[in-house]
T-cell receptor
Framework: ETGVTQSPTHLIKTRGQQVTLRCSSQSGHNTVSWYQQALGQGPQFIFQYYREEENGRGNFPPRFSGLQFPNYSSELNVNALELDDSALYLC????????FGSGTQLSVL | QKEVEQNSGPLSVPEGAIASLNCTYSDRGSQSFFWYRQYSGKSPELIMFIYSNGDKEDGRFTAQLNKASQYVSLLIRDSQPSDSATYLCAVTSNSGYALNFGKGTSLLVTP
């Protein structure tokens, strides 16, 4: 049990739509990271939030954006969905080590 | 050159044998090294981490780190069919906060 909860578990969208994925972590976990894992690949770092501010970003376009809230919850928003956005999206709480939630499987048709 | 490289496998070992999983990385400045286990359709689960050169043992798992050779390995003793999964090697990036993952090695333990 990592104390990181993600919703929804599965989601189907069509190309061009927008999606919001959610994550909640235990009190005190003030750093949250989001990763994208395409089929057959390792997770790729999207961005990290610390105390509600983005403090690191991977090689993802601006249509990937996020928010972190004072209650340690977080959102990942993806605009103008593309087929290649189909992946498992992982939220991780970062104290000393990355502990992942169960993930959201996004399919873009 | 990929930052973290792993043999994709599948690596097949008989039940009870030692499984040896290997990983190389390109950034000499990396400080922390992690092994995650991922079952099909599930999220990665942290099983080992190592920060210093040498061996670190936890139950049936041993992580080995050689910073001079930029090499990390995971040994699984007395392999069980339940160990069949994909094992992901992850290394801290030069940013210090993100992890760079390899593509993973698929392990199959046969009864």
């Amino acid at each position: 049990e990592t104390g990181v909860t993600q919703s929804p578990t599965h989601l189907i969208k069509t190309r061009g739509q927008q999606v919001t994925l959610r994550c909640s972590s235990q009190s005190g976990h003030n750093t949250v990271s989001w990763y994208q894992q395409a089929l057959g690949q390792g997770p790729q770092f999207i961005f990290q939030y610390y105390r509600e501010e983005e403090n690191g970003r991977g090689n993802f376009p601006p249509r990937f954006s996020g928010l972190q809230f004072p209650n340690y919850s977080s959102e990942l928003n993806v605009n103008a969905l593309e087929l290649d956005d189909s992946a498992l999206y992982l939220c991780a709480s970062s104290l000393e080590k990355l502990l992942f939630g169960s993930g959201t499987q996004l399919s873009v048709l | 050159q990929k930052e973290v490289e792993q043999n994709s496998g599948p690596l097949s070992v008989p039940e009870g044998a030692i499984a040896s999983l290997n990983c190389t990385y390109s950034d000499r400045g990396s400080q922390s090294f992690f092994w995650y286990r991922q079952y099909s359709g599930k999220s990665p689960e942290l099983i080992m981490f190592i920060y210093s050169n040498g061996d670190k043992e936890d139950g049936r798992f041993t992580a080995q780190l050689n910073k001079a050779s930029q090499y990390v390995s995971l040994l699984i003793r007395d392999s069980q069919p339940s160990d069949s999964a994909t094992y992901l090697c992850a290394v801290t990036s030069n940013s210090g906060y993100a992890l760079n993952f390899g593509k993973g090695t698929s392990l199959l333990v046969t009864p």
